[in-house]
């Protein structure tokens, strides 16, 4: 199947009756900027405080992997490596956007971030610390298929096998 990412199914928001606090997910993601936009697949695990998020250009060549340990962020490019404690620094410094990684764990599972408030809730999602979350299809009840991410001018969108 390939991934269109302007095309939109929207679903109605249905909170999920379990998530996992560890995961091992991969896909196709598109990141749009008014500079650039970007597109291909992902590989993302979770196991406890660890985490490892591969993307990759459409041929398969690794464009960034970002890996986060005891709260520690590395992020590797095909040219260097860069560790810090601010992800959304390194991230905006060495590829020109930035990821959510502290809620979209939870996001890419169909709910909110817990003990932070929902700015207002949408047919097909939420909104949260700013972030306007939708879901655009499930796989199933608990699995949301295409999820997409806004905050300002840049859109992640993700499109997720379990």
């Keep these: 199947m390939f ?87 390194l991230l905006q410094d060495n590829l020109g956007f930035t990821l959510p990684m502290q809620s979209l764990h939870y996001w890419i599972q169909g709910v909110a971030l817990p003990n932070m408030p929902i700015d207002s809730n949408l047919a097909d999602g939420f909104v949260q610390l700013g972030w306007k979350v939708e879901y655009l299809d499930w796989q199933d009840p608990n699995h949301p298929k295409i999820l997409q991410c806004s905050k300002g001018d840049l859109t992640i969108k993700l499109l997720i096998e379990w």
């Design 3 to 89: 991934y269109n990412p302007t095309v939109e199914k929207s679903s109605p928001y249905i909170k999920p009756t379990t998530i996992d606090k560890n995961f091992d997910i991969s896909g196709r993601f598109s990141i749009t900027t008014p500079k650039k936009n970007d597109y291909g697949n992902f590989t993302w695990a979770r196991q406890g405080e660890s985490e490892s998020l591969e993307l990759r250009s459409p041929i398969g060549s690794v464009v960034a992997k970002i890996s986060i340990e005891s709260k520690a962020a590395t992020l590797e490019t095909k040219d260097k490596t860069y560790t810090g404690n601010d992800l959304d620094k």
